[in-house]
């Protein structure tokens, strides 16, 4: 038996993360590589249609009043919001492993 599948959106600050990790790739490897890592992430938060309180809650959004969880795809995170009563899996932002923590907290 098939569980409910969520519709999976992404923010408008997830789509700006998208787009300048793509840029950057573009710059530092290639448009191959760009596009390789775009569709990767995009094909990553779309799988989050089955299951997605099935991911680890994301460290430090424990005081927050909603819980905020994340998958993984290379080294980037892609932080989400499960809204079940809509059914809807809310891409908030995706980061790169590398970055601060505090930087990733403040930009949720």
Known sequence: MVG?????????????????IS????KNASPVVAKKIRRGL????????????????????EDLDYTVRYTKKWDYKIIFRVLKMDGIVRILTIRHDKEDPEDVLKDL
């Open 42 to 61: 995009i094909s990553t938060a779309r799988k989050l249609e089955k299951l997605p309180d099935s991911k680890p809650p994301f460290l430090g959004t």
């Open 23 to 26: 840029d950057y790739q573009q």
């Open 4 to 20: 409910k599948l969520f519709r999976v959106i992404f923010s408008l600050k997830a789509r700006k993360r998208l787009r300048e």
